[in-house]
């Protein structure tokens, strides 16, 4: 199932330093939204609020809303493991578990959870996360070899079957292509576009035609210089910011003249 993201009033600080500014942003289900930006105007730290792993560095704290189909993601009592499982994480250079199978790699998460699962239902979940995730017909006869035999992509498909093996709402990723060949690129968004049939996706890229290929709505964050904060400039359908942009720091880095 997919839900929506509703952003209100977002600050996010690394301790004192204020890195992304008041965002306000409203992020539908079952669609891809993409943010771009120049390096280090905040998508990364503001991605990461949205599943509460933002805070796991010491001093990092938000201010405001992350809402889940209504519900405050930092609403009193609410428990950050949970929201974790509700809003899996995809990061840049895919990280599975070296030593371990194939199989337990994509069953890792579930397991981290203390789900207790039978031998049938775990094989059941590791084929349909594995077709899911378009990576079965080439690891399906080698289930009980190490993740670390894949290529790069296999790897990265393998990361993001073990992110849908737990079932979440909504599924992030982070430049989840940037240490990927062309051809694996295409696989991971092929894959992608076929994921927003079941969740709702939001994806960093710093690459404007991945944005331009895979997403629905482009989220534009600028930074007006070192040390001051990041901010969300625009936030559109994929097509009017890329040919229509309705701010002029947008279309000079659509069009390629900074970042
Ligand atoms: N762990 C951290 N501690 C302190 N500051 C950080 C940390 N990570 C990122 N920042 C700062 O937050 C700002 C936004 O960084 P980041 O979210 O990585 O940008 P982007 O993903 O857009 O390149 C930058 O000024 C960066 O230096
Ligand atoms: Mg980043």
Redesign the pocket.
């Known amino acids: 199932m997919s839900k929506r993201i509703d952003v209100k009033d977002l600050n996010v600080y ?2 004192n ?1 204020l ?2 500014e008041d965002v306000n942003i409203n992020i539908q289900a079952k669609s891809v939204t993409a ?1 771009i ?12 609020t949205l599943n509460r792993m933002h805070e796991v ?1 010491p ?2 704290r938000v201010e405001g809303e992350v809402l889940l189909d209504g519900d405050n993601l930092y609403g009193a009592g609410v428990d950050p493991v949970t929201v974790r499982t509700q809003v899996g994480m995809v990061f840049q250079r895919p990280n599975p578990f070296p030593t371990m199978s194939i199989r337990d790699n994509v069953l890792a998460g579930v397991k981290l959870n203390n789900k207790k699962i039978s031998k049938g239902a775990a094989d059941a979940l590791v084929e349909k996360s594995l077709v899911g995730a378009n990576l079965w017909n080439e690891v399906k006869d080698r289930l009980d070899k190490p993740g670390s035999g894949l290529s790069g992509g296999q790897q990265q498909r393998l990361c993001i079957a073990r992110a849908i093996a737990v079932e979440p709402q909504v599924i992030l990723m ?2 989840p292509c940037s240490a990927l060949d062309p051809i694996s690129t295409l696989a991971v968004e092929d894959l992608i576009n076929e994921l927003k049939d079941q969740y709702t996706v939001v994806i ?1 890229t ?1 690459n404007m035609q991945q944005a331009a290929r895979v997403s629905d709505k482009t989220a534009f ?1 600028n ?1 007006a210089g ?2 001051k ?2 901010k969300l400039i625009e936030f559109a359908d994929t097509t009017s910011i890329f040919n229509n942009p309705g701010q002029k720091a947008t279309e000079d880095y659509v069009s390629g003249r900074f970042g």
Do not use: M, Q, W
């Open positions: 690394y301790g330093f890195a992304v943010f930006g120049p390096s280090g105007c905040g998508k990364s730290t503001f991605l990461r560095l001093g990092a982070d430049e960093v710093h964050f930074i070192t040390g904060p990041g």
